[in-house]
């Protein structure tokens, strides 16, 4: 019978893609989704459509930052094909297993860097969050995830090239280390504190929240003093205006190889058709309702300073449930929104009674990505089911 360290260690492998010694030995270990430019490398974007391209001319803007601060980057992590999943479940490249739960879904799309994390094969990975793809995966696995503010870390060198959801952002075991993650990728990042409690809002939830996935969000409005119950105009709009963008900015992005007949995998090849079917119209009112949400979202940050909201519906489903749309569809639901709004947001790991991988996400103002952090540091200081993932500052 395998050793809990080494099942962790076997998880760990399965994480990474193309194994590397970069940077400094001795430096913080880190490992890069494979969707973000590494010089020298193909960035396969875990797809067969992507194994003939042409190697990385240059680093990313964001590998660039991490090999200068000294950071020891161990390997190109496994994704979701095109970071465009939610599943992390890879036919060409195979499928990360998660570490805690193996029978469970690695989550995606950023599910190496997940895995990655999860199994302490490095300190911090970095992921992209597009539609929930480091806050989705990072709680499937049991860890930090942090998209900040959109445009905040620089996106050069990673694909898609253009889009206006994604995000490159980190996931870690403990707040100091998203911190510190942070202080490297994101300009003028420092680490802030808080002088006074936060005012928290909740998300008013519905039954589609599982009451076990709801226990940490129903003990935080438990024990966290005054808080406000915010019901979101336009939330619901917001999730499926944030489907039909990314549906036709991914295939924007990968037009070319589709006409071309590229060999995209199954899952991947029919959303992309999909996409093609996508009206003018769908964006143009995605469009409106993005405006409408944002204004939402500021709104009710004028008169608390987070939000509150549970960070997975329902539990992340078995591998064996992973093909099963209605098992899998509804995992953004509480964090998709948050892309197409930009604000940041973090999301904070918990095991429910029952054994299962649970969370919250805490929103924040734009901008105000190192006082989000501060604020999931106070929820960790303060609510003894968060107190492992303070660290040692």
Known sequence: MKTWDERYRRAGETAIAVPLALGAKDGPRVAIKDCIDIAGLVTRCGSRAYADAAPAAVDSAVVARLIAAGCNIVGKA?????????????????????????????????????????????????????????????????VIGLKPTFGL?????????????????????????????????????????????????????????????????????????????????????????????????????????????APFGADILTRLQRARALPDAALAAASQVRALFTTAVDAALETSDVIVTPALPQAPPRLSEAADPARVLPLTLYLRPFNLSGH??????????????????????????????????????????????????
């Open 78 to 142: 496994r994704l979701h094909e095109l970071a465009y999943g939610m599943t992390g479940v890879n036919a060409f490249e195979g499928t990360p297993v998660n570490p805690r739960w193996p029978d469970r879904i690695p989550g995606g799309s950023s599910s190496g860097s997940a895995v990655a994390v999860a199994s302490g094969l490095v300190d911090f990975a970095i992921g992209t969050d597009t539609g929930g793809s480091v806050r989705q995966p990072a709680i499937c696995c049991g």
């Open 153 to 261: 870390v620089d996106r050069a060198g990673t694909l898609p090239a253009e889009s206006s959801l994604d995000c490159i952002g980190p996931i870690a075991r403990t707040i100091d280390m998203i911190d510190r993650a942070m202080a490297i990728i994101a300009n003028d990042y420092r680490a802030d504190a808080l002088q006074k409690p936060p005012r928290l809002a909740l998300l008013r939830t519905d039954e589609r929240l599982d009451p076990e996935m709801g226990e940490a969000f129903q003990a935080v409005a438990a024990h966290s003093g005054e808080i406000d119950h915010l019901l979101l105009p336009h939330f619901d709009e917001a999730f499926s205006a944030g489907m039909d963008v990314i549906a036709s900015e991914t295939l924007t992005a990968h037009r070319e190889r589709l006409d071309a007949g």
């Open 344 to 393: 940041p947001a973090i999301v904070l790991p918990v095991v429910t009674t029952g054994g299962l991988p649970s969370g919250v996400q805490l929103i924040g103002r734009k901008g105000a990505d190192a006082w989000l952090v501060a604020a999931a540091r106070w929820l960790c200081d303060h609510h003894p089911m968060f107190s492992d993932l303070r660290g040692e500052r």
